[in-house]
């Protein structure tokens, strides 16, 4: 098989200093909410203290993230997964590419460790500011998503075929971070995602079949 694309995201050259200092101050920033969202709640944890935690000013924070929602919810490795979807085989079946890319996805969502990640499926299923939030990143990723599917399909972008579509699975995907959590975090993501992944593609099976 070809490959849509030659070029793998993994190609990516690695990033100069002042990208990593950025990279640093994020990742600085996150930590210090996370430990006070842990400690004292998300309602109870302002701006003012994530920056103090963090070393940062508040006008930092505020530089880096467009609100405490925005912290705990990483938005920043959509890029990534689009380009990883691009870089598939053109002639693969779409449930293969789909299941490789959220594979992928949940490797970079786990990346900070099972306490962090358990720390926002808990927020998602029990904070609504997140969990609207997270509505409004759905919205722009499906934008970008769908750029990526009607390219693959071959299609316009703005088809109804190719936005239902792209907006179908962004929403299934969308539940599994709350089925987890709503159920104490006991299955395995990734098996969740495929899980999803199928619940996309066919109607529940019938009780005893």
Known sequence: MTAAHPTA???????????????KTREAIRSAAYA???RQGYDATT????AALAEVSP??????????????????????LLDALRARPADEPWQTSLRHVLRTAVDLGTAEGPEVTRLRGRLLAEVPAVRARLLETV????????EAVA????????RLEVRVFTMSLLGGLMEVPLYWAEHGFRDDLTDLVDRALDGCAHPPPAPNS
């Open 9 to 23: 995201p993994t190609d990516r050259p690695r990033p100069g200093l002042r990208e990593r200092k950025k990279i």
């Open 36 to 38: 006070l969202i842990e």
């Open 47 to 50: 701006i003012e203290q994530i």
């Open 59 to 80: 006008s930092t924070v505020s530089r880096y993230f467009a609100g405490k929602e925005d912290i705990v919810l990483p938005h920043e490795h959509a890029g990534r």
């Open 139 to 146: 919205s722009a990723t499906g934008h970008l998503l769908s």
């Open 151 to 158: 390219e693959r399909a071959g299609q316009g972008q703005d």
